[in-house]
Nanobody
Framework: VQLQASGGGLVRTGDSLRLSCAASGRGISYSVAGWFRQAPGKEREVVASITRRGDFIYYADSVKDRFTISRLNAENTVYLEMNNLKPEDTAVYYC????????????????????WGPGTLVTVSS
């Protein structure tokens, strides 16, 4: 499975962006998927996670009510809609997918994910 994130860019405070994560190879329709971000000088943190069928979703408190994670399994794509962006959202955003597992629950730790994309930079100016 190869993941490729896109949609990052330079925006202003209050703007919106939509990140996409396209999977190739075996696909990720049977995998929990997530978005992480890493700001300069900070550790990577989970932003959102979505189960295989989208039944359960997790958001970090810092993005709740502003970001929306979704997936289109038929196209092996996961999205992150980001609204009302703030300067503190500036980071490299990574999409990730876990190996298929029987227990379909969202995952919050980096080491629970097996496949990673190269990241896309989001910069929010004040």
């Amino acid at each position: 499975v190869q993941l490729q994130a896109s949609g990052g860019g330079l925006v202003r405070t209050g703007d919106s962006l939509r990140l996409s994560c396209a999977a190739s190879g075996r696909g990720i329709s049977y995998s929990v998927a997530g978005w992480f971000r890493q700001a300069p000088g900070k550790e990577r943190e989970v932003v959102a996670s979505i189960t295989r069928r989208g039944d359960f979703i997790y958001y970090a408190d810092s993005v709740k009510d502003r970001f929306t994670i979704s997936r289109l399994n038929a196209e092996n794509t996961v999205y992150l809609e980001m609204n009302n962006l703030k300067p503190e959202d500036t980071a490299v955003y990574y999409c990730a997918a876990a190996r298929p597992r029987l227990n379909d629950r969202y995952l919050l730790k980096s080491d629970e994910y097996y496949y990673w994309g190269p990241g896309t930079l989001v910069t929010v100016s004040s």
